[in-house]
DNA sequence: TAGATTGTTAATCGATTAACAATC
DNA sequence: TAGATTGTTAATCGATTAACAATC
């Protein structure tokens, strides 16, 4: 990780975009205010005044910040303004459905190209992708200099397809699959396990 | 929530349990230390030991912890002993990926229900499953006391849904709609979004 | 102007870590 | 026994909040 902004003033960043980009949508106000943000997040507004206030001021005192203008702001310190290609990997049900998901392209992402290690898969249309053989994914990934890619294997293969992407170049790794990955310093490695999230909560629930 | 046990030490306990599991599988060996169990999840052992030291005291001096035992322990806290229904609402292709996963039912979770509002799609079958009319949730959910959601549907139609489970007697919803959901006080909200992920790595990258 | 809201400081709160006596 | 590792305490570190001068 780079600077001296701390990663969960980061993690909160892409959740403010999201809201003001539907308030944007909404399109009944031009401003917003640390209030207001707060409250449909449930986060305090000071909180969100203290995390924007490390990239600088963006708002005006007595009427807030200009929607737009932040929702902007916020896309360059996330580096949105471009849009990043990922490479996913597993074409099975989990891979079908973010294959399909509409919701990657606009916000900044493009699945271009998808890989499975199964005959049977290869070679099929996905979304109007074609399933790439898994040997390709080194070469692709390195011609194409991709820095971002998804894991949608079973845990068993996971670590595998990890050690290969990061081999190609693959700086960012988002991983479906339920096991901890290792990755070298300076690769960047997140999860997405329903289980975890579930199991979670089970705690606060009466069997 | 409930009690004063810190919500992410909670948090942690199902990562701790999935290690553990897998360690367990391995079958090399009958116990472990929280220095072994963090060094492979890159946390310190000095954390670990703590979290746990909030439910009890399960390991011995010199030794460290036996691996079944703390499982099962673990199992205990996060009351995962007896098995979770869960109903799954939404049968798009994020939907249809979730009823064939097969990660849940081995790690507590059985997704019993699948429901959406398309007429192409109620009556169809998903994994042995057949998608119901969404007009049945509510009767379903209270006879049947499911506590647990998934919530699989768009965006513009999650609070929707999140308002149906809620009023039907749900307490746990974890939502894949890139939207905040409002919910009451004693009801339970996880996300998953992927986007909110990979935004946060792209700040870390060189565009 | 009066009211609203920012950006920032200092105080508070909470989480993590280092260290070690206890003990297996 | 000697070595290893726990559970816990106290210290450190970091994040959140309250408060308010500045100012639109």
């Known amino acids: 990780m780079a600077n001296d902004i701390p990663d969960i003033v980061i993690g909160r960043l892409p959740i403010y975009l999201r809201a003001l980009v539907y308030m944007d949508e909404e399109g009944d106000k031009v401003t917003t205010s640390s209030q207001e943000l707060g409250s449909r ?47 996913l990997v597993g074409a099975g049900y989990l891979g079908h459905a973010l294959a399909h998901y509409q919701g990657f392209k606009h916000r900044g992402f493009h699945i271009n190209w998808i890989f499975d290690n199964n005959p049977d898969k290869i070679g099929i249309q996905m979304n109007n992708m074609e399933v790439r053989d898994i040997r390709e994914l080194d070469d692709l990934v390195r011609r194409e200099e ?62």
Chains 1, 2 share one sequence.
């Open 146 to 207: 991709v820095q971002m890619a998804i894991i949608a294997v079973p845990a068993s293969a996971a670590q595998n397809i990890a050690d290969m992407l990061v081999e190609a170049g693959i700086k960012s790794i988002l991983s479906y699959a339920p096991i901890n990955l290792k990755a070298p310093a300076g690769v960047q490695v997140r999860y997405s396990d329903p289980v975890i999230l579930l199991q979670r909560m089970t705690y606060y629930l009466e069997p």
């Open 41 to 87: 997040l449930g986060i305090s507004s000071a909180q969100i005044r203290k995390d924007l206030s490390h990239f600088g001021e963006f708002g005006k005192q007595g009427t807030g910040y200009h929607i737009k203008y932040l929702i902007e702001q916020l896309r360059q310190i996330l580096h949105l303004e471009h849009d990043w290609p990922v490479v």
